[in-house]
């Protein structure tokens, strides 16, 4: 494998941004998948992968460890109640009133938007700084509610089963035991990264559609979505590495513009003339928007993580922390390009102020331990891991650095348990090759 080294502690520049990718992943263990349910928007009976119960399930495991990997919710109350203000006022216009919305604000630098199918919504700090009324961000958390209304993401489920066959049973051989035990792989596998992929542009017209109606229900001028279209077609041109993964989940396109403005001159035309909140939503933005230097300079240097140019990060993450010394994702941010430059030491001292910034925050916790790995401790190393899977439980991310750090151990049992373990909960990767590699040359699978 090429990654053999690390069970040697030689651990390489290569293997150890491999295990940050690892302990940066937000994916979950994956649930069981159902069938066809009537769709809420139009009454139709429509194939889907996830009932309802299970959508609000999914929800709850999946959505903390997305949350986390962006950093975390703004530490910023205030906030946090105003985004979540806004959102109810849409929610109770919505064809499904009842399902547990949420909604928050993402310390994530990065421009995007996104909801899990129970209704657990996030906007990151990158987008909320480039709006400019409440209409826009009314706009916004209505378009993530129309994903939810119309189960787009338990719909693509259901595609996928279709698609794929439904489960699909892979056995492997367990050393000691004559019978074959099987491992249980969902072909229709769901993990945060895959609820928040790249929704189809029928998906996207229906969102947009539902996103004014909403609003407009609640009292918010339609031209808010047009503006929100328009400020995205810009930036889009304008700056597009800041949107690739907003419009990798949510496609954009001239047509949907459009598509906006005719809506909002036709069907909505009479609330055009309805005020545009733009003191209201300055005022609640105040204190994030005090920080938009500090922002634009992570931004910069989260174009040169992206580019594998770590060295070239530190100086604007520096400057971010000269303008934010007490910003979580800053020295969050700061801790990576020093480790991806194999800088353990250094990388430790931010990540311990970032652990004293936000103790309730994990990736901090889980980068920690990655460090400690590379520093040929892996006691301290599980330590962490087990702090992380206490604080965020169900992670299969941390299920294979637990294993990453009993092999570090020597204790071949426990982390031949957590490859297994891992194997059996994602369908494919480099890390399950590892794990299955691994448990092969132990002699406990054949």
């Known amino acids: 494998m090429s990654h053999e080294r690390i069970y040697r502690n030689q651990m390489t520049r290569r293997d150890f941004l491999w295990l940050i990718g690892v302990a940066g992943s937000a994916a979950a263990l994956p649930p069981l998948l159902s069938g066809c349910a009537a769709d809420p928007v139009t009454g139709k009976t429509t194939l889907v992968g996830l009932s309802e119960g299970q959508e609000i399930s999914l929800d709850k495991e999946q959505s903390p460890h997305q949350f986390s990997a962006d950093y975390g919710a703004c530490q910023d109350d205030g906030l946090n109640r105003y985004v979540q203000s806004v959102g109810s006022g849409l929610w109770s216009h919505s064809h499904r009133p009842k399902m547990p919305y949420s909604a928050r604000a993402l310390n994530a630098n990065y421009v995007n938007a996104y909801t899990f199918p129970g209704g657990s919504m996030a906007a990151t700090r990158g987008i909320l700084l480039d709006l400019q009324s409440e209409d826009e961000l009314a706009a916004l958390l209505g378009h993530e509610t129309g994903h939810v209304n119309a189960r787009h993401a338990a719909e693509r489920a259901g595609k996928s089963m279709l698609v794929q066959g439904g489960l699909v049973l892979a056995s492997v051989a367990v050393a000691g035991k004559e019978n074959y035990q099987p491992i249980v792989q969902l072909a229709g596998q769901i993990g945060g990264s895959a609820l928040l992929s790249k929704y189809s542009r029928d998906n996207e017209r229906e969102a947009d559609a539902l996103g004014m109606d909403y609003m407009v229900k609640a009292g918010y001028n339609p031209d808010g979505m047009v503006d929100l279209m328009g400020l995205l077609q810009g930036q889009a041109k304008a700056k597009p590495g800041l949107l690739e993964t907003m419009f990798a989940s949510h496609p954009m396109s001239d047509e949907r513009y459009r598509d906006a403005a005719k809506r909002a001159q036709g069907k909505y035309a009479g609330q055009r003339g309805r005020p545009l909140q733009r003191e209201r939503y300055l005022d609640n933005t105040a204190t994030l928007r005090r920080l938009k230097p500090a922002v634009t300079v992570m931004q910069e240097g989260e174009g040169y993580l992206a580019k594998n140019q770590p060295a070239q990060a530190e100086a604007p993450f520096g400057r971010a922390l000269g303008l ?123």
């Open 324 to 446: 934010a010394p007490g910003d979580y994702a800053a020295n969050v941010l700061m801790a990576k390009a020093k480790l991806a430059q194999k800088k353990e030491r250094e990388a430790e001292a931010y990540l311990a102020q970032a652990r004293a910034i936000y103790p309730s925050e994990g990736q901090a916790l889980q980068l920690s331990g990655v460090a400690k790995l590379a520093l040929n401790q892996p006691d301290a190393a599980l330590q962490l891991f087990n702090d992380y899977d206490r604080r965020l439980p169900g992670s299969a991310g941390t299920i294979f650095l637990q294993g990453v750090a009993y092999e570090n151990m020597q204790d071949r049992k426990q982390a031949a348990e957590h490859y297994y373990r891992y194997a059996q909960a994602v369908a494919s990767g480099q890390e399950k090759q590892y794990a299955v590699s691994r448990l092969q040359t132990w002699g406990y699978v054949k």
